[in-house]
């Protein structure tokens, strides 16, 4: 099977199980967590793009931001997406990694001035940027 397969079928299955993930959450009437977490995707890609037009950034982040947005955009990646769980959990740490680096530049106040999401997608956002020191207090304008 051609590697253009195993990526269409990793994507779909992704696709797959998130959609299910937020279904279930539906069903067990956790609705707003169900948005949250349909909207967590974009919701960073919001966030990627508006930190990158950001004057207050400096560029050395922003250049780790575009590697990142290169890095989930090509197929290839240190664990191959078809291997389940781990192939996904390769993007989400260095994803993670990428937004602390680039968020610690200018503090929680540039997070919450650039976050479109819900406040509970914030406070996970606010605990990779910022480890288990930051305020919940700090999401009050």
Known sequence: MPGSSWLLIALAATIAVYTV???VMVILGRRADATALARFIPDCAILIHALI???RVPTRR?????ALVAYLSVPIDLVPDFIPIAGQLDDVLVAAAAL???LRSG????LLEHW?????SLRAVMRVAYGPAWRSAALSP
């Open 21 to 23: 993930l937020i279904c």
């Open 100 to 102: 602390r680096y680039a």
């Open 116 to 120: 479109p999401g819900p406040d509970a």
């Open 107 to 110: 503090g929680p106040s540039l």
């Open 53 to 55: 037009r950001d004057e």
């Open 62 to 66: 922003k250049l780790v931001l575009l």
